[in-house]
């Protein structure tokens, strides 16, 4: 078979059913993971879990054949969202996991996000799983397959971690027809919130909106909902529940940096100041500021959750976040992205101020941006495409390089990434002002243009 290198990403494998990812791919996956983890020496069990999407029971089905017959055993921990596969890391007896989910992807997606002990296997690593897979030298083996059901202890987990509640809230909860459906109305009723639930069936076609918080259209339902059960808060998921959408009672959406803003504030003021809290590039000026104000130290990183991952390990850093609305808990949890989770803290946290979301923020210096914009370009050229944007605005402005260019113009700024997900390029702009604003992505987007790119 012809292994397509281009969906072994930055931090998975991912790609699009039946075109470059089919049952044989990941049948070659599981017999290159088992190579992977004898060449380290690791030996051991492996969770594999799985979303709702049509496609993810063939692939599951090749993955756990290619793995059980190189002679690994498998602990399938069956349809769950993908932070309870990393959740089982902690719990179950096993050296690794496989989950096997296309994230926030539209439906024609599916892939693989795989970890190592409790640390996920990315950038190189994800290489040298190609490199294994290609060279097609497997061990030998035959591994059993035991069932695990995880979500019964999970929910007990995260209600113990939360803790009783100041006051009782009345939220919505959009699971997007996405598999943390087979979560959500559990967990909140044992949180003991009064809850609305929107399309929390388990559907991996979608058939309501696309579950991926981060787009403006998709939280249209929430944001109706809450405003008209009068509720203090909503909710929304991504496909695999790793991804939060907030939006606060007067139907207004909370974007990922700001919800941070939170989680930032809560942490220091309960663990005390001086902590490095970790964020991506996307982030608003805002939640660096602000993150200082309440005596943290703002590090901005590479998006994609491996990395956060990382750079918050190697930091010790209590808490991390993107503007994508994936949120990662090392003090009190376990220093993976849980939306659920993050769901649970951040209403723990309204609750205990007596305050309401929007009033939390208040004192937030306001910015006027863009949210986070997707500009299709052939998947080849995006990188090279950021590369031309460093140089030509570095000539004439201050270039953040950390992740793309974050290009600073004093009284705003703007960013052009590659997605390492998608064959797009990602774009935010923000300013004091509206006009300013149109100024800011008037002369980037007119840059991308002459590029060939159509923003």
Not at 198 to 207: K, Q, R, V, Y
Not at 414 to 419: D, E, M, N, V, Y
Request: net charge negative; with cysteine; aromatic share 8%.
């Amino acid at each position: 078979m012809t292994l397509s290198r281009e969906i072994f990403r930055q931090y998975d494998v991912r790609g699009i059913v039946g075109r470059d990812l089919t049952a044989d791919t990941a049948y070659v996956l599981g017999c290159a993971y088992a190579a992977y983890l004898k060449g380290r020496n690791v030996t051991g069990s492996v969770a594999v879990g799985r979303d709702n999407r049509p496609s993810g029971g063939e692939l599951r089905d090749a993955l756990v054949r290619g793995l059980t017959e190189c002679g690994l055993n498998v602990v399938d921990v069956g349809q769950v969202p993908t932070p309870l596969l990393y959740w089982a890391l902690n719990h179950v007896d096993v050296a690794g996991g496989i989950q096997v989910t296309g994230s926030h992807n539209p439906p024609e997606y599916n892939g693989f996000k795989l970890s190592l002990g409790t640390e996920s296997i990315h950038g190189g690593e994800i290489q040298s799983l190609y490199a294994l897979a290609v060279a097609g030298v497997f061990p030998s083996g035959k591994g059993t397959v035991r069932t695990q059901s995880i979500i019964d202890s999970y929910v007990e987990d995260i209600v113990a971690r939360t803790g009783k509640l100041d006051r009782r809230l009345k939220v919505v909860v959009d699971c997007g027809n996405g598999v943390g459906a087979l979560v959500a109305p559990q967990l909140f009723d044992a949180l003991d919130v009064e809850w609305t639930g929107l399309f929390c069936e388990s559907d991996g076609t979608f058939p309501n909106h696309h579950p991926d918080p981060t787009v403006v259209e998709n939280l249209q339902d929430l944001i109706k909902a809450v405003r008209d059960t009068g509720a203090d808060l909503g909710v929304g998921f991504d496909g695999d529940a790793d991804r939060i959408g907030v939006v606060d009672a007067d139907g207004n959406i909370v974007w990922g940096d700001h919800v941070l803003i939170l989680y930032a504030r809560d942490v220091l003021e309960r663990t005390g100041p001086g902590q490095p809290i970790v964020f991506d590039v996307k982030c608003s000026q805002a939640l660096p500021d602000e993150i200082r104000k309440a005596k943290g130290v703002p590090v901005m990183w590479k998006t994609g959750h491996s990395l956060m991952k990382d750079k918050m390990h190697e930091l010790h850093a209590p808490v991390g976040g993107e503007m994508s609305g994936h949120m990662f808990f090392t003090e009190g949890f376990y220093g993976h992205d849980d939306a659920l989770y993050g769901a649970a803290r951040l209403i723990r946290i309204v609750a205990a101020s007596g305050k309401s979301l929007s009033g939390m923020l208040s004192n937030v210096p306001k910015f006027v941006s863009t949210p986070e914009l997707r500009v299709d370009v052939e998947e080849a050229r995006k990188f090279g495409i950021v590369e031309h944007a460093i140089a030509h605005f570095r000539e004439t402005h201050e270039v953040i390089d950390v992740d793309g260019a974050r290009v600073l113009f004093g009284d705003g700024w703007g960013l052009i990434r590659a997605s390492n997900t998608q064959p797009v390029l990602v774009t935010r702009y923000e300013a004091r002002t509206d006009a300013r604003l149109a100024e800011i992505r008037g002369e980037m987007e007119q840059w991308l243009r002459s590029q060939g790119v159509s923003p």
